[in-house]
């Protein structure tokens, strides 16, 4: 018939493909999260360190820039800050390899696992990273604060400053904000995947 498709016709093709998408491998998908979950786990490990150094990096840079007792306490008070609420955190998440966890978890609780991980490390950003930096700043920035109060027209100076300030800490938290956004998703996702391998 001149209505007949012929069978490597696109259209008969489209017309005869499997209604329903074959269900992937059970050891192949757990394989493949296996190895994202790895590679979160190398993102939370580097990250976790990254809580840990920059606001002591940063509280010894003000003790450099500026002598003086209350630059003293506020750094001092930063870096025992950052050491009581992330080196418990860093010990945890460097204890175990991640061949090691991988060993003892199905690869798609192993990726649970560790986006819950890289979820709590966004969570309390003040507590980690932001609080204890702020605290540090707050000596860099006492004697530009003493001398506005002196003369106020320095306040002008100050502005450029401040504004780059405001600036920087709507940019950070709009970037953990959009982090946090993305592992829900992946979080949902992995929901759903896991009750599509089950039907």
Request: aromatic letters at 10%; hydrophobic letters at 50%; charged letters at 20%.
């Amino acid at each position: 018939m001149a209505n007949e498709l012929r069978p490597d016709d696109p259209l008969h093709i489209w017309q005869n493909q499997p209604s329903e998408i074959p269900k992937m491998p059970l050891q192949q998908l757990e394989e493949i999260h296996r190895q994202k979950a790895i590679a979160l786990r190398t993102k939370t490990r580097w990250g976790s360190l990254g809580n840990l150094l920059v606001p002591i990096v940063f509280s010894g840079f003000v003790l450099f820039i500026v002598h003086g007792p209350f630059q003293l306490v506020t750094s001092s008070l930063a870096i025992v800050w950052t050491l009581i609420v992330n080196l418990p955190s860093v010990r945890r998440i460097w204890s175990r390899t991640p061949a090691g966890d991988a060993a003892l978890l199905s690869g798609l609780e192993f990726y649970r696992r560790q986006i819950e991980c890289r979820l709590t490390q966004f969570r309390q950003p003040w507590l980690t990273l932001v609080g204890p930096i702020f605290l540090a700043l707050a000596g860099l920035l006492a004697p530009a604060v003493a001398a506005v109060l002196r003369n106020p027209k320095l306040s002008v100076n100050m502005l450029p400053f401040l504004v780059l300030l405001a600036v920087w800490a709507i940019f950070a938290f709009r970037i953990v904000r959009y982090q946090v956004h993305q592992l829900k998703l992946e979080l949902e996702e992995l929901d759903a995947l896991e009750r599509w391998q089950r039907s």
